[in-house]
C-alpha cells in the first residue's frame, strides 16, 4: 500500500500550487480522500475531503472558495489546487486515504508548501 502526496514548494503571496496523491495497493475508489496539514507544534488538521464514489466535496472554512480537492478514480489520484495562497497556508500537507466500512486508513508522506510575503 502507497499513498505518495507530492506537489509541495515555495510560492509567493497570491500564487497557486496543485497538489497530488498517488494511491497504489488498494482499492482507490472504496476509499474517502482527505488532505491535512500540519504546522510544527501544532495538530494535523483536515482541510479538505472528497467522498469516495459521488464526488462530494468539503472544505474547511480556512481555504473555501481558494481549494478544490479532485479525485480521478480511474487513475488513483486525487488533488489539491490551490489557489490564492496566504503565508497561513505554509504546512507540510498529507493525503489520507480512509474507508469508513473496514477502518482502514492510510496516510502519505507529506509535501511542504511555503509561502512567502
Known amino acids: 500500500v502507497q499513498l505518495q502526496a507530492s506537489g509541495g514548494g515555495l510560492v509567493k503571496v497570491g500564487g497557486s500550487l496543485r497538489l497530488s496523491c498517488a494511491a497504489s495497493?488498494?482499492?482507490?475508489?472504496?476509499?474517502?480522500i482527505a488532505w491535512f496539514r500540519q504546522v510544527p507544534g501544532d495538530l494535523r488538521d483536515r482541510i479538505s475531503c472528497?467522498?469516495?464514489?459521488?464526488?462530494?466535496?468539503h472544505y474547511d472554512d480556512s481555504v473555501k472558495g481558494r481549494f478544490i480537492i479532485s479525485r480521478d478514480n480511474g487513475k488513483g489520484m486525487a488533488y489539491l489546487q490551490m489557489n490564492d495562497l496566504k503565508p497561513e497556508d505554509t504546512a507540510v500537507y498529507y493525503c489520507?486515504?480512509?474507508?469508513?466500512?473496514?477502518?482502514?486508513?492510510?496516510w502519505g508522506q507529506g509535501t511542504l508548501v511555503t509561502v512567502s510575503s
Open positions: 489520507n486515504a480512509g474507508n469508513i466500512f473496514s477502518g482502514q486508513n492510510y
Open positions: 495497493g488498494f482499492t482507490f475508489e472504496d476509499y474517502h
Open positions: 472528497i467522498t469516495n464514489r459521488d464526488g462530494g466535496e
